[in-house]
């Protein structure tokens, strides 16, 4: 598949609304929800049975989804600001939260992803550290993209996971909402 | 089982009266042993077309594939099924229906029938299912039935219920009447 060629045009999200996507082990998608279509722009079947970077954006740094799937594969739930590329260029910023689903033998079967907006505040913040990821993995490559990005949050005490979550940090209804989506496919 | 060829759908819906009760018996293979009358006059069909076919004779091409592949595991495993189906019949007209589906078990406790009790279904409950079922069809055309169970799942799981809940939250309050009548019915059959 052809990859959209980003347009810089921003969709605002509907802060009462979640992106949800179900995909298996592998990360390939399974479901999802009609939020996820009407956002993205690709239907169910096209969605169904592609790789969940369908909807990458090249100003994402490879490190920040080598973290989120470490942490999930190794069965740890992790919340991540990432910016999607909708399929006609134009993009849009979310926060992401996991849920790891296990069949009767405690192996992982599914991964439940749910996504709500991000204030531009958070992204004002960080946007200029994920542009400075990608621009040392394209001029000196992943491994050294990946230690500036250990330096910079050494430097600052904390994982990313930590990082995201000072910056972001749901609001208490944001959780409530959250909380009761997640309910559902629990 | 009669050769006959299928027509192809004409997008016209046959409206069935409200109280209309229709059932249909299959073997554990799924043809037909018996239908009511109500079932041949819908369905265009006369009792010998009916009588030995198999039940597919009014699938409809809309309909996904990933629902009778759910339902026919369900009644392997003995459990009952509920469903709404949009069904052909022979003149390519089309008729939404739903079904309850009973086990009928011989005293060695091995399955011998299927009985399918059916009733009409309120048109909120057909504009919501056709959105869901063109788009179970659409994926499963694209990426096989377990993709399309994986996906009803999904939507399942994320509207909390069971495909059973949708069937039955589909169907509007007053079809209480309905079912009481399926009950008699079901009493009538079994006598």
């Given at each position: 598949m052809i990859k959209p060629v980003p347009t810089g045009v921003e969709i605002k999200l509907n802060p009462?609304?979640?992106?949800?996507?179900?995909?298996?082990?592998k990360g390939k998608i399974v479901?999802?929800?009609?939020?996820?279509?009407?956002?993205?722009k690709y239907n169910e079947v096209e969605l169904v049975g592609a790789p969940h970077n369908i909807v990458r954006?090249?100003?994402?740094?490879?490190i920040v989804f080598k973290i989120m799937w470490n942490s999930i594969q190794n069965n740890r739930n992790i919340t991540a600001v990432v910016k999607n590329l909708a399929k006609d260029g134009k993009h849009y910023w979310i926060i992401?939260?996991?849920?790891?689903?296990?069949?009767?033998?405690?192996?992982?079967?599914?991964?439940?992803?749910?996504r709500w907006a991000v204030s531009p505040k958070i992204v004002k913040k960080i946007e200029p550290l994920y542009k400075k990821l990608v621009e040392i993995e394209q001029t000196q490559g992943d491994e050294e993209s990946e230690n500036y990005l250990n330096n910079f949050l050494e430097e600052k005490n904390m994982s990313y996971q930590q990082f995201?979550?000072?910056?972001?940090?749901?609001?208490?209804?944001?959780?409530?909402?959250?909380?009761?989506?997640?309910?559902?496919?629990s | 089982m009669m050769n006959m060829l299928v027509a192809k759908p004409t997008g016209v819906e046959i409206k069935i009266k409200k109280r209309t009760l229709i059932f249909s018996k299959t073997d554990v293979k799924g043809d037909i042993v018996s239908v009511s009358d109500s079932f041949e006059k819908i369905s265009g069909y006369s009792n010998n077309e009916l009588v030995g076919s198999p039940h597919n004779i009014v699938r409809h091409p809309d309909m996904p594939q990933t629902l009778f592949r759910i339902m026919w595991s369900k009644l392997r495993q003995g459990k009952e099924v509920k469903v709404i189906v949009k069904s052909l019949a022979k003149n390519g007209d089309h008729f939404w229906l739903s079904s309850e589906i009973e086990i009928k078990k011989d005293g060695n406790g091995d399955t011998r029938h299927y009985i399918s009790y059916r009733k009409p279904v309120a048109k909120s409950a057909i504009k919501k299912l056709e959105i869901l079922y063109k788009k179970l069809r659409d994926i499963e055309t694209a990426h096989g039935i377990e993709a399309g169970i994986d996906y009803l799942n999904g939507y399942l799981d994320e509207n909390r219920m069971s495909y059973c809940d949708l069937i039955i939250s589909s169907m509007e309050s007053k079809d209480r009447v309905l079912s009481k009548f399926t009950e008699l019915l079901r009493n009538k059959v079994n006598k």
């Open positions: 009462k609304k979640y992106i949800v996507s179900k995909t298996d082990r479901y999802v929800n009609d939020y996820f279509s009407e956002i993205s954006h090249p100003d994402m740094p490879k992401t939260d996991f849920d790891i689903q296990k069949d009767a033998n405690n192996e992982i079967k599914n991964y439940v992803a749910y995201i979550e000072n910056i972001a940090k749901p609001t208490k209804a944001s959780e409530i909402l959250l909380n009761s989506v997640k309910k559902l496919f | -």
